[in-house]
T-cell receptor, first 119, second 113 residues
Framework: EAQVTQNPRYLITVTGKKLTVTCSQN?????MSWYRQDPGLGLRQIYY???????DKGDVPEGYKVSRKEKRNFPLILESPSPNQTSLYFC??????????????????FGPGTRLTVL | ELKVEQNPLFLSMQEGKNYTIYCNYS?????LYWYRQDPGKSLESLFV?????AVKQEGRLMASLDTKARLSTLHITAAVHDLSATYFC?????????????FGTGTRLQVTL
């Protein structure tokens, strides 16, 4: 089954304790992205990756890191979490090429979400 | 900077009624996506609109795209309770070789009996 998986699904932690949220996709997508969802703000992009070893900042990258060592995995790292990073996080993936995806565009497929609480 | 606005933000409607959700965006794009999110769940893709005048229909939902007006609509026909969810539009923009989705803030739809 084609899917995007995230772990953990729920996490409660304390300020300053490093954590990693994993994301994996089995659709051979080049593009992967992390979003956070907060009430009234919709989804905001944190970081994205166009392919292995190619990552770039989104709209709200402060306090986050990512890596893309393999095509299928795109972990999100919070080196020193703070309470303002309490949020619902989604990983998403899609094909990248605008030219080869005239049928489905760059439709993004989302993981199940990770609800993070930082105390 | 691309801005995407949805309205209304909240919509309460009775079963059997029709209504339209609007998605306006601020810069040129010919690709727009609609997603549905149930409470506590992930986003599920509903429609992919890839050109001006595109129209897609699935059940009681129909989406359209007018790139000249920078407007997409999601029309609900004869609403049923199962359609209660939050609906997001997302506009694709291209920055060099990367494409990016910018999401609206969502429309929370509540269908009452």
């Amino acid at each position: 089954e084609a899917q995007v998986t995230q772990n953990p699904r729920y996490l409660i932690t304390v300020t300053g304790k490093k954590l990693t949220v994993t994301c994996s996709q089995n659709m051979n997508h080049e593009y992967m992205s992390w979003y956070r969802q907060d009430p009234g703000l919709g989804l905001r992009q944190i970081y994205y990756s166009m392919n292995v070893e190619v990552t770039d900042k989104g709209d709200v990258p402060e306090g986050y890191k990512v890596s893309r060592k393999e095509k299928r995995n795109f972990p999100l790292i919070l080196e020193s979490p703070s309470p303002n990073q309490t949020s619902l996080y989604f990983c998403a993936s899609s094909f990248l090429s605008r030219l080869t995806n005239t049928r489905q565009g760059n439709e993004q497929f989302f993981g199940p979400g990770t609800r993070l609480t930082v105390l | 900077e691309l801005k995407v606005e949805q309205n209304p933000l909240f919509l309460s409607m009775q079963e059997g009624k029709n209504y339209t959700i609007y998605c306006n965006y601020s810069t040129t794009s010919d690709r727009l996506y609609w997603y549905r999110q149930d409470p506590g769940k992930s986003l599920e893709s509903l429609f992919v609109l890839l050109s001006n005048g595109a129209v897609k229909q699935e059940g009681r939902l129909m989406a359209s795209l007018d790139t000249k007006a920078r407007l997409s609509t999601l029309h609900i026909t004869a609403a049923v309770h199962d359609l209660s969810a939050t609906y997001f539009c997302a506009v694709e923009s291209n920055t060099g070789t990367a494409s990016k989705l910018t999401f609206g803030t969502g429309t929370r739809l509540q269908v009452t009996l």
